[in-house]
Nanobody, 126 residues
Framework: QVQLVESGGGLVQPGGSLRLSCAASGLTLDSYHIGWFRQAPGKGREGVSCMDAEHSVANYSDSVKGRFTISRDNAKSTVYLEMNALKPEDTAVYYC???????????????????WGLGTQVTVSS
């Protein structure tokens, strides 16, 4: 059974940093594309960042480019999202997701991901 568990969320002041983790079980992490998404209250789910399975090339949405960094540790079956220079508009529930290379995949398109975590809350406020 595949399970993804996010952690590391919390309350942080504007300009602060957080590192989110996503621990995976029930699958081999290096076989999957990975993604981070977020959903703010009253808004749809937004793609934040992704990394492909084969080359570990990272991509970011314009709203977080230069501030967030995605990474993966296949040995630990864990993916990370380092978030710096946080802004109030980054407040949301953050989700990690995995997509199999066997199927069609678009980096920031949530519908192309198969496995999802339950999310972790990030609140940026003074």
């Amino acid at each position: 059974q595949v399970q993804l568990v996010e952690s590391g969320g919390g309350l942080v002041q504007p300009g602060g940093s957080l590192r989110l983790s996503c621990a995976a079980s029930g699958l081999t992490l290096d076989s999957y594309h990975i993604g981070w998404f977020r959903q703010a209250p009253g808004k749809g789910r937004e793609g934040v960042s992704c990394m492909d399975a084969e080359h570990s090339v990272a991509n970011y949405s314009d709203s977080v480019k230069g501030r967030f960094t995605i990474s993966r540790d296949n040995a630990k079956s864990t993916v990370y999202l380092e978030m710096n220079a946080l802004k109030p508009e980054d407040t949301a529930v953050y989700y990690c997701a995995f997509a199999s290379p066997q199927f069609y995949w678009r980096c920031l398109m949530s519908a192309t991901y198969t496995y999802w975590g339950l999310g972790t809350q990030v609140t940026v406020s003074s």
